[in-house]
């Protein structure tokens, strides 16, 4: 008989996880590196020993539960992340957690040929640190030491910052997966869009990830009094980061494959009479396609330039990261629409906008993810909600497709792209 | 015989106080309302004493130092303000309080008919709390409660941060002066602009202050993820911010009485993978003709509003200051013109483009500015300088200026509209 997700527990647990969250911040706020984060890891760790885990946080800095496989055969990754953006909701990475513990608990006594590694991947979200899915990265061998050496608005670098979470930046090298040494990662996320709910459907397969490029551009121009400079003398570095902001959304705007944002603006010295002398911008483009990426890109940097020129800034572009577009391993991907159709007779297969950890763990052995509905489409926000029959769905689902895997699974691995 | 400035005292006063500034911070850097500010305070009132002045802060925040007149008349109010903007200069303001004490010290032993106040005028530069000329505008009784209840980063009120320096914000009254209540008010300013550099001139009389209109506006869109959500279901707070930024600078720059700018922008949550969900900026308009800044004012707020309902993105809008333009009394300029002339045959008039709070006394009794060059026209910049000799020619005009008022501007005062 096919064992079933604890739907009291796993919703308990959510309710739990979500109600550590930084003092103040609105909505749910665990953004990696700060206590809030730490405080909800120390709750997961106990959770996960409690579940008869064996838990570690390794180089890179990534919460994993580990049971091993009856078979010796090697695991099988199922996790996301627990932190958030600011202001975030509750279930945006946490459902992947917890459904992930869910599974391990469901499965505690049933014979598995394969490990099983329930995984909180460290720092999903873009941080203020200017990097994203860093445990992921570190498993891939994908985190450079520019990223490394990045320092957040507490002065730390990167580096320090995963120190202080249990992380050992100067042997990344342990954390890292050769290829070939899992058999399958896992991950059950929320939509985050509108599509599900417009598909009266409650479970997809993903088709593939996004790639993403993330930028920071530095336009440097001149302090100058606000009030005694002629416009036609100035160099405002705010008026020239203004037209970058909407020539970069007139781009995505013109290009239906992809979408790109300026999220993040600062401003200096940022007082009402000065000329703004420097801005920074953070920027990202966003698609499945990598060439409409560097389209993008390359329009955006060649109307930069002339426009910095124009006026006398200067522009120095500082890369964060290029994440390339990930695809499914087949084999996995069919698998796992299978398990959504059998539980939803609606199910769909969807790209996904959003970047995931999946996307780093698909370079390195096969990956797949689920879906479940993001009521309205919102998410990172406060008002980020899913319905709890589709989270229990969702993991019921991926409790599914594990066993799935470890009955058949490992004789398909070879055939991974 | 004249008297004459104290040179080396006066460069001497310049070097101490330019080197009172906040630790680390870029230039010289004395924010009102910040420690470094007070330290600076408590010096200029130790000086003030030692130079015979009774010192002391009125209910408006200003630091003043009286000397009696012989014949009761009505004090000449001489000064500036020793507070500066983030990452500022020298002159700015200090140079106009130190000519003022060097001036005192030269007339010390000097029958004088009419008092003579030594004026530090509180937070004349624009702070993050979004008012300037707090002190001026108390003693003009233009100080608004809306003013004093706007709060700066710090969470304190502009009220409590007065009180915190001073002042007494529940009896501004106190502060405040009558028409008729002073002969005449004199101050010595840099120019802040590079027209007394190209004239070949040292000394400029100021034919009249900009008027200034501050506002605040407020953008409210819908914090999204970046990822996510389609271009056409935004509600991008960033790029309608952008689209204002880079309206107004059109506005002004085909105006070309008129100058404006937005110097200050805050974006939240200000994360690159959330879409920008408000953003406030800080924007201003200046000129001569009060009709230009309405008109640019009028098209803005109209291109903004359109702007914002395009994007689904709420638009409020702060008053924060609206200074009338100043113009000096006819026969106060003529006098100041007369000893710009004497000192310097190439001297020339000037309307200031800088707002200064010579602009507010000038609502309630006769005031005049002098103006010295600004080297490359530079200010509000660590790079603001102005030659040791205009800066002592431009403290003994005040001087002379304070003589002729001394000795004949009181027959006058009743001509001034």
Redesign the interface.
Known sequence: MMPLIDRARLLADLDALAAISAPGAPGVTRVAFTPAFDEGRRWLRARFEQAGLRAAVDAGGNLIGRREGDSGLPPILIGSHSDT???GGRYDGALGVLAALAVARALRDQPLRHGLWVCDYLAE????Y?V?CVGSQALAGALTTDALALRGPDGRSVAEALRAVGGAPEHLNEARLAPGSFAAALELHI????RLERADARLAAVSGI?G?R?VRLLLTG????????????RH?A??A???I??RL?AL??ATPEA?????????R?????????SVAL???I?SLQPLLIAQIWGALLEGAQAECAARGVTLAVQALEDAPPALPAPWLFDLVSNVCRRLDPRAIALP????HDTGYLAAIGPTAMIFVPSVG?????PEEHTSPSDLVLGAQALLEAVLAVDAGGTTSTDETE
Do not use: W
């Open positions: 953006v600011f202001g979200e873009a941080t203020d200017g994203a939509e985050q869009g509108p996004v993403i993330r001149q302090p100058d009094h606000a009030g005694t400079t002629p416009m036609d003398a405002d705010l008026a980061a203004a037209a902001v909407l959304e995505a705007r979408i790109a944002t300026v999220g993040r603006i600062e401003a010295p940022n007082q009402g009479n000065v000329v703004p002398a953070a920027a990202e966003r996904s906008g959003a970047g489409g919102r998410s990172h926000c």
